[in-house]
């Protein structure tokens, strides 16, 4: 099978809708370093680093137009109210500009909606002029609760809906981008992470609606690119 | 292989040795209240819960031996030490009496066992009364690693030091307990987590050294006792 490239869509379109992302327990300074270089180099939108590097990766990339953004209540989401809107603050007064939040899972499995978009919509407001990304971790969900997940990510103002931490049994897939494009129809962003590793991943989560791709093969699939359109 | 109990070691001996631990992303307010219930009936240390269940867990805990623990930084470690010691004085504000911090890794892996201490002592401070046991993720660390990870651990007076959290690529290895308490010398706890599930795994983590156990099939391990003790 011939890779698809979108078309009209250059290989510096398509780093300009990848976060570069690095969220190993491991993850060292110089490994972040590297990543920055690494956006700056492709045109990434973002790095998304642990909440340790933040001040490390905004130094870096400071004046360049890649964004540095950061994680809350990740993986597994199930942190109090109160700490989400503090880390959430901490993060963006040190430069943070994108804040990927996991929802609690346990209002959505529980039935409480109204709770959920309460808890999105303040981590939203601490994090002020950073967008906000709703992990809502797709394959612990039904497609019911996938929806309700997505209209409570809209209503409480969040910019994107993101299908998977990638630290759950498995993460993003074709269907679920699917179902939450449809969903958020235009309104907010939607972002595939999570396993997506190669061109032909990407441009099929790009096909199914996504918007924002998150992995840590950015530098792979961009050059997969670079290398099919040379042909 | 006949199932070898501790000598004078009751099941209620060994249960008070146990950690009842419930850490899944879905984790409901039900399962947590079963599991509080749970903790009474098998008269468990304590109840290892999230953050957002810790109100809860008090509530149902209230009179009772059983402690209410939760995790800060869980389970990747890579939060500021900010943010460790928000989560901590809030974990301790609302009744947590145990607290299982995750190291920042990076730290030991860029040899700065000075920082890795002043994470822990920080942790400790804000725990006031709350124990402190630390988990530093083994299956990441080399021996000279896990020897300094549990060295800063004795340094900055937390109680315990324990191998996993149970979201790595590996858990408790019996070598690791070994070595993690011929460093402790007794002079602090050592706990076993992540893939116990067994009696007979259990045993072999308490030979090895191991003074408390982390698991969530506690209810299982002491009625395999229970069943090993009526034959």
Same sequence: chains 1, 2.
Wanted: aromatic share 4%; proline share 4%; hydrophobic share 45%.
């Amino acid at each position: 099978m011939p890779i698809i490239v979108p078309e009209g869509c250059s290989p510096a379109d398509l780093a300009s809708l990848i976060d570069h992302t690095l969220l190993t327990p491991t993850a060292s300074s110089l490994q972040v370093i590297e990543l920055c270089e690494e956006a700056v180099e492709y045109g990434f939108a973002s790095v998304c680093v642990p909440p340790l590097h933040v001040s490390l990766a905004t130094r870096r990339l400071y004046g360049s137009a890649v964004k540095v953004g950061s994680v809350v209540g990740f993986p597994c989401g199930y942190h109090s109210l109160r700490q989400k809107v503090q880390e959430t603050a901490d993060l963006v007064a040190i430069g943070a500009q994108e804040i990927d939040m996991v929802i609690a899972l346990c209002h959505l499995l529980e039935n409480r909606p109204d709770l959920l978009e309460e808890e999105i919509a303040q981590v939203v407001m601490a994090a002020h002029h950073a967008s906000v990304k709703v992990i809502i971790e797709c394959c612990y969900l039904d497609t019911v609760q996938k929806i309700a997940a997505t209209q409570a990510t809209m209503k409480a103002g969040a910019a994107f809906v993101k299908t998977s931490t990638g630290f759950a049994p498995s993460g993003a897939q074709v269907d679920d981008v699917q179902l939450l494009a449809q969903t958020a129809r235009g309104r907010i962003g939607v972002k595939a992470a999570g396993g997506v590793r190669t061109l032909s991943s990407c441009q099929e989560m790009m096909a199914a609606g996504a918007t924002r791709i998150g992995t840590s093969s950015g530098v792979h699939i961009v050059n997969e690119m670079i290398a099919s359109t040379a042909l």
